[in-house]
């Protein structure tokens, strides 16, 4: 691993996947922890699967304050952890890790980062209709975070039935259903939020669903990408008059709460959004 990751200094926290060049962690999480003078280095560390168990052990040995991490080795580093919150458990997935006396611990940040923009629109959860696109492991954290603020019904649909299926056997909620794919311009109607948890669209022009489906949702509807991009599926759905939320407000509260866990300080997330916009637009440009 060549991120210095021998020198042994407690005051740095990483950012742990593969890739990772193209996170905007740093541009956000740095200048809140300049803003706070806490003297702490945020750090990118890639690390290829293979590298993962020599990764956490020198986080058991208080190599670093803690740790990120991103795809694809959130459900790899819940296997990995010493003890994990009751979030990470139903999620099965691990984005922060907090060293304690020689164990991990691990906990699932991006569920309240999910939900956190539709708490600022004070989206009444109780009759919320859902439809989630994808069933993977950004799924499942999309799933839980929605049935635990109350929902009303959630709906998954992918392409391979089967894997829809499993997720909701396994988290096992009367309000929880699995759909084909082909099945979501029947849904549309009675769905009040529609979030596109899969990859597809964060490069090039392709859609999780075809645009009529936009068309189809009710007067109010929210569209949700996890990306925190413009992607084909925000601009249809903008082009359509539907509201819509990318994954930036996502990214920023996600890391604020780690923050937290880290430091058990209080985030500065005024420093840290005002921070990630400027990132984002930058790389845009």
Do not use: C
């Not at 839980?144 to 909620?173: C, I, K």
Request: net charge negative.
């Amino acid at each position: 691993m060549g991120d210095g990751a021998e020198r042994g200094t407690t005051h740095r926290i990483g950012l742990i996947g593969d890739p990772v060049e193209h996170s905007l962690s740093p541009a956000f999480q740095q200048p809140a922890f300049d803003a706070l003078s806490l003297g702490i280095t945020y750090e990118l560390w890639h690390t290829p699967a293979a590298e993962l168990p020599a990764r956490f052990e020198l986080l058991r040995r208080g190599n670093a304050l803690g740790a990120n991490v991103t795809v694809p080795h959130k459900e790899a580093a819940f296997a990995a952890m010493d003890e994990v919150s009751p979030l990470a458990h139903r999620a099965r997935a691990v984005n922060t890790i907090i060293p304690r006396d020689g164990r991990l611990f691990g906990d699932n940040t991006d569920i309240h980062g999910f939900l956190a923009p539709l708490h600022e629109r004070t989206v009444a959860f109780s009759e919320l209709r859902v439809l989630i696109l994808g069933a993977g492991g950004a799924a499942r954290g999309v799933v839980v975070a929605l049935l635990d603020a109350g929902a009303a019904s959630v709906a998954v649909a992918n392409r391979t039935v089967a894997r829809a299926e499993e997720l909701a056997a396994d988290l096992s909620d009367p309000r929880l259903t699995a759909i084909a794919l082909n099945a979501v311009s029947d849904r549309a109607t009675a769905t009040d939020l529609l979030v596109n948890s899969t990859a597809i669209g964060w490069n090039g022009t392709n859609l999780p669903v075809e645009t009529g489906v936009f068309r189809l949702l009710p007067p109010g509807a929210i569209v949700y990408d996890l990306t925190y991009r413009e992607t084909p599926f925000l601009a249809a759905a903008r082009s359509a008059g539907i509201e819509t939320i990318d994954g930036l407000p996502m990214l920023v509260h996600q890391g604020a709460r780690s923050f937290e866990l880290w430091t058990g300080r209080a985030a500065p997330v005024d420093v840290m959004w005002q921070a990630a916009v400027a990132a984002r637009a930058a790389r845009h440009d």
